[in-house]
């Protein structure tokens, strides 16, 4: 354990590395931070002696040994447009992403394994044929595109005429398919607890929450797809393995045999792709938090590209860096409880 635990922490090291030094490789490329922290009046004898105090002339060899060296000391540089140790931006920003993912997460969880298992044992039920056939198209949509179709469905509202002028059933069906559209779909909430330091949380009210669905199930709209297909594969290749055979002839219980015999095997690979996946989500909030206007790390992002705020750029990227390496080191150790076979080493049992 504390060999593995060091070798992910050296990994961690060699991830922060590179991209810390891609991120500076691009900064000439994401435009002039000067002329976005000062106004078109200023004169250029003025944004000179800007660039010279922020170290900007200096050769990107001595900007990024600078910025290496405060960066093992804790400190990541000040973000050029909040006037504030980048590092803090980034704490601000960051409860709102986490809990972002890991509502679409329990999302994830909560749906993906029972459609899964249900369409692993009755593949050919015209509910199975149903969820299949809706995880194709949800594979298939960008996730900017089934956040707008969210908004204009439960925030604005549509109103669906299937039978113009008509009454009993007809204007039934009409009130059925119509929404009212009344669920928020901008930003956080005006109802948030405080939990702890920068952490706001959207759950602890009534109000929070409802602000948290809309983007939750874009995020989630991503992986459920994948996750209901791979759980499904999975479990239908389990299902024809000869120990679920040798327990169906022993007379064991067909409700054991699917849930405890084969769905066990069956989540082994889906806990390596989950925890992969899972830490790409939070890279997927850039698009998610866009569109609803979520104050998380993928919003501020963005701003950060559009201002050239090179070292919140950095800081943001190193974050989610270190967020991959915990995220995955994790999935591994989960991995080793649920199938004690397999070494944390790698070198089998």
């Known amino acids: 354990m504390i060999a593995f635990l060091i070798k992910r922490l050296m990994h961690a090291v060699l991830v922060m590395f590179v991209i810390s030094v891609l991120a500076f490789a691009i900064q000439d490329n994401l435009g002039d931070p000067v002329q976005q922290m000062v106004g078109q009046s200023v004169p250029e004898s003025e944004r000179a002696e800007i660039r010279e105090r922020l170290g900007l002339n200096d050769p990107f060899l001595v900007q990024y040994a600078r910025f290496a060296k405060n960066a093992v000391q804790g400190d990541f540089g000040y973000s050029y447009f909040y006037r504030e140790p980048a590092l803090e931006v980034i704490a601000r920003h960051l409860p709102a992403t986490l809990e972002l993912v890991f509502a679409a997460t329990l999302i994830i969880v909560i749906f993906s394994v029972p459609i899964g298992v249900y369409s692993a044992i009755k593949p050919r039920s015209p509910i199975s044929r149903l969820f299949m056939g809706i995880s194709i198209i949800g594979i298939s949509i960008p996730v900017f595109l089934t956040a707008i179709v969210l908004i204009q469905i439960f925030a604005i509202g549509v109103t669906v005429t299937l039978f113009p002028e008509s009454t009993g059933w007809g204007a039934w069906l009409n009130d059925f398919f119509s929404t009212e559209g009344n669920m928020p779909s901008f930003g956080r909430g005006y109802d ?73 095997n069956t989540m082994l690979p889906v806990i390596t792709v989950g925890g992969v996946q899972i830490g790409t989500m939070v890279a997927y909030t850039i698009l998610t938090e866009t569109v609803f206007q979520w104050p998380g790390m993928g919003l501020m992002f963005l701003d950060a590209i559009n201002r050239a705020d090179i070292p919140l750029i950095v800081t943001y990227l190193m974050i989610v860096g270190v967020i991959f390496v915990v995220t995955n080191t994790i999935v591994d150790l989960i991995y080793g409880m649920v199938n004690p076979t397999v070494k944390l080493t790698g070198k089998p049992a």
């Open 192 to 264: 948030l607890v405080n939990v702890v330091g920068h952490w706001d949380t959207n759950l602890a009210t009534w109000n929070g929450v409802q602000h948290l669905v809309l983007p939750a199930v874009s995020l989630a709209s991503i992986m459920l797809p994948l996750f209901i297909r791979l759980i499904r594969a999975e479990m239908m290749e389990v299902l024809q393995s000869e120990y679920v055979k040798y327990a169906r002839a022993k007379g064991i219980s067909m409700r054991r045999v699917y849930f405890v015999h084969a769905l066990k």
